[in-house]
């Protein structure tokens, strides 16, 4: 608390101290100076001193010096970030060092990030006259490393040259810590970030895109190209399989305007992948065999009206699953691309029912119905991947995904299967 009339003998707030300074009153009556005024900052609204969390540094196991700095974000308004100096042959253990900073602090005053000071193309830290760390100028150097050069030169950053990905607040998940660690190279600095479980990664641009660490590149652009593909192959499969099976002018031209809808789907994966950079034309050349990510070649290979119905009431139930989550991604830009497959993917799903129905309305039908469903259900249920996936999982933590691959294809399957028996109708 500040000095006060209630305070001992002894004005410490503007006499004895030379800049303004915060300080408490321990328990046993002494004055503990916490911090200077001017040091303080505001992390998502909460008041953090530096000098609580570098108090602690001695108990940071491996580490010699460090200082906390405060980095801009575009979203907390400042991020912390304690840039530290190892003791000679000690490891960097920046999970302990968290885990020991929790059992201290409020989870808002822990440092988000770990950065070596080397990492920031220094070799000491800047010192005042007397030996205490410079905080402003290590401060200035983590915003803008020396040596980085002109400004296309230097490493990509938020707003006022925040070196951060943009991490909100997530209403629906608050249950503690949790970390989940990432690790991101800028400018040739290899630095460490946390998401907690009531937090979640927003990645508006690709530019924003090309700041994320190389694992959430690396899931969002396997992600968008094995969709990409799959919305092509979608269209080649109404084209050359179902179009040859409809067994009228009518439904021909049902399969013609869904194979439409399927490249145009493709189209807006196409977009989204060469916005960061991805060409996905050789794809349009390739057969069905040749394109690798989509590839259980047992999907395009329906023999009968009656799979033609279970493709797309049931399988495309599937695909419909998982764009609903694609359309929530951290990643803004294909969020918004698959929102507008949503519909359609629902008219397809309705036209499957309706063959299905209609093929279900005679005896010779619900068996060519049963087999067809006996042939590809096993292959739909591959379509989810690995159940345990450590990949799916990993894309949930990034905002990717809402579900994990088990997830999904328990949702999948309870929307997929009837509460009871459907009954057969009465013969006479």
Known sequence: MRASKDSPPGNWWTGGFAAATWGIWTSNGRLSVVDRIDSMVIVSGENVYPAEIENLVPRLAGIQDAVVVAVPHAVTGVELVLVHTLLPGAPADHDAWRATLMEHLGRFKVPRRFVALDEIGVDAFPRTPVGKIQRSEVQRMAVDPPGVGSQQHRPQMHGAGCLAPIIRRRPDRLNGPCPFVLFSTRGGLRMSFQIFDD???????????????VAYQKALISQITINTEGELSGGDDYTLMFIPLAPTAEERQVCAERA???YDHYKLGKRVLADIGIDTTPMESQSMAERRRFSDIRLHQCTTWAERGIYSYIGEESALIMIKEFAQSSYKPWA??????????????????????NLAATEEGREQLQAGLNRLWPVFKDLFGTPNSARSKRAVRFGLRQTTNAEALEKWRKTVTPARPLARPHRA
Not at 199 to 213: D, Y
Not at 339 to 353: F, S
């Open 336 to 357: 918004e691309a698959v929102r507008t497959i949503i519909l359609d993917e629902k008219i397809h799903v309705a036209h499957g029912a309706r063959v299905c129905r």
């Open 260 to 262: 439409a809808e399927e």
């Open 199 to 213: 937090e979640e990664v927003v990645v508006r641009t690709s530019e924003e895109l090309k700041r994320m660490p």
